[in-house]
């Protein structure tokens, strides 16, 4: 069965909390949906706002290939003419050949918000998909919270989808909007509605059950053509139905078609940009794009996957564009140090007995404290250590920071450091607006003339942990950084009951990787 995708980020997904879409980023926002070939992209509610109203005639500027640009409203206010509505003309005003309006199907919906009578909204729906039609446009009817009104009355539910039909209606979709029905139902309200009804149907799920894409799917195989939702599920209060597992679950699970295969592959990379435009932090644990979708920890699971990915994997990532992952843990065995010593280009695997050792050495840094399954740079580095082919690329001879707090005034931190590279020493300093900050500044200010390579590299994140409170200010610490060249990004991780020695550590391990990538180039 071919469906088609209509994608509601812009709108209905820039309702979730946190997100505030700009002009700008809704115009490259739509740019990368039309890349990837979804059908329609609903930009907004022109009557609503001057930004959605500004998208419209922006968006007409860009060479758009598959998709089509959509316009949202309601319908036309009560009592109001059609002409002279400003809801309609805003509609008009946007110049889009398709239109979404959503109508009241609920009769709870009818009383209690619109406070008008059943007939009257009936007459609303009518009176604003006939007139839409008389300007040319294929309108998409949203019967807001039809689940409900089904389950509590279908007699009016049903006059709803019959008069937006009979008025001209060119997809009727079945809205799910307090995201509270079960796949069950939706199932088979879907196949009832189907018998009666002529016209395309499509779903529109929420996901305050957690049950959005498991109701789309079951709508999907009840009968419904027209799938949307949102690019990582955004929307208002628990959120929309997600595409980026609708997509690959209809297309790749249930052999439907409707965006191509290769097409697919870009599903993370959508994500991801989505993510990057709306200012969020991934989410690892999404399902398809997610880090940890196709990451493997337990030395069980690494071990099958080594001989057939098959075992604990559902489909090849490859194919969503993700990518098969080993996470390094005192739960590794050696099937997991294989795996990342050939990922890393390191061959040990005739030598079992170098193996055992780099997994009892993980293991008794695990127990410390140590965590390398966020820290790859500084796995490579121990596993180079243990081969003996790491080279050396400076030696510390000593470091002192000094915190200088004044009553007024915010403290200033100095940090001297002399290291040894070849047989030249280097004796510096450098301040920073903290201890570690100083550390670092003065750690590459003594480096630079030898490595000028690093003059490329910045820290870009710094996180530390407390791993014990029995001791209170002297608790085991870990550090964990985040550094990149702009090219590349790698993290290192120290522990000690020292922070300046843990984030000493991790500074080390983060500036030997790259020092070490460089040598290799």
């Keep these: 069965m071919k469906l088609e995708f209509y994608d ?4 209905d997904g820039a309702q979730s ?31 609503s706002n001057p930004k959605d109203l500004q998208y419209f005639k922006e968006v007409k500027k860009l060479s758009l290939k598959n998709s089509r640009i959509v316009a949202f409203s309601s319908t036309m206010k009560l009592h109001s003419d059609p002409d002279k509505d400003e809801i309609i003309k805003a509609i008009l005003d946007a110049n889009t050949k398709y239109v979404t309006i959503v109508g009241k199907s609920w009769d709870l919906h009818v009383r209690d918000a619109l406070k008008v009578s059943l007939d009257t909204n009936l007459k609303m729906i009518d009176k604003t998909i006939a007139y839409l039609k008389k300007y040319g446009k294929t309108v998409f009817f949203d019967a807001e919270h039809f689940f409900d009104s089904y389950k509590n009355n279908d007699a009016y ?64 195989q009840a009968g419904c053509t027209h799938i949307q939702g949102t690019i990582n599920g955004y929307g208002e209060r628990c959120g929309n139905a997600n595409l980026c597992s609708i997509i690959p679950n209809v297309i790749l699970k249930m052999k439907h078609t409707g965006i191509e295969k290769g097409k697919i592959v870009h599903l993370r990379d959508l994500s991801l940009y989505v993510d990057e435009m709306a200012n969020f932090k991934p989410d690892k644990h999404k399902p398809y794009v997610g880090n940890s979708a196709f990451a493997h920890k337990g030395g069980i699971h690494v071990s099958a996957i ?106 200033v931190s100095e940090a001297t450091i002399m290291l040894k590279v070849g047989d030249k020493i280097e004796h510096t300093a450098a301040l920073g607006k903290g201890p570690v900050n100083a550390l670092d500044a003065a750690l590459r200010k003594a480096l630079y003339k030898f490595y000028p390579g690093l003059k490329e590299m910045e820290l870009i994140d710094y996180k530390v942990r407390v791993l014990t409170t029995k001791n209170g200010t ?48």
Excluded at 34 to 42: L, Q
Excluded at 481 to 491: L, V
Excluded at 494 to 519: P, Q, T
Aim: hydrophobic share 40%.
């Design 157 to 220: 539910a049903k006059k709803v989808i019959k008069t937006a039909e009979d008025s001209g209606a060119n997809v009727i979709i079945l809205c799910d909007t307090n995201g509270g029905s079960m796949p069950y139902e939706v199932y088979k309200t879907v196949q009832e509605v189907r018998k009666t009804t002529k016209v395309k149907l499509g779903i529109h799920t929420h996901n305050d059950t957690e049950m959005a894409v498991a109701n789309t799917l079951m709508a999907v």
């Design 474 to 521: 002297g608790a085991v610490t870990r550090v964990l950084i985040e550094s990149s060249d702009g090219k590349r990004t790698w993290s290192t991780v120290g522990v000690s009951e020292n922070i300046i020695e843990a984030s000493w550590r991790a500074l080390v391990d983060s500036i030997d990787y790259k020092l070490l990538i460089d040598a290799h180039e």
């Design 8 to 11: 509601t980020t812009l709108r």
């Design 306 to 411: 080594r001989k057939n990915a098959e075992t604990y994997e559902h489909i090849k990532p490859e194919l969503v564009g993700n990518v098969q992952r080993v996470l390094i843990s005192d739960l590794s065995g050696e099937s997991s140090i294989l795996y990342k010593a050939k990922e890393f280009n390191i061959d040990i695997e005739k030598d079992r007995k170098l193996v055992k050792e780099v997994v009892k050495k993980v293991k008794d840094l695990e127990m410390y404290g140590y965590k390398f399954e966020g820290a790859e740079g500084s796995l490579e580095l121990l596993m180079k250590k243990a081969l003996g082919i790491h080279k050396k690329f400076f030696e510390l001879i000593g470091f002192k920071v000094i915190v200088d707090k004044k009553e007024k005034g915010r403290p």
């Design 17 to 47: 909390e946190d997100i505030a879409f700009s002009l700008n980023d809704k115009l490259r926002i739509s740019e990368k949906l039309d890349e990837f070939g979804i059908h329609y992209i609903e930009g907004g509610w022109p009557g």
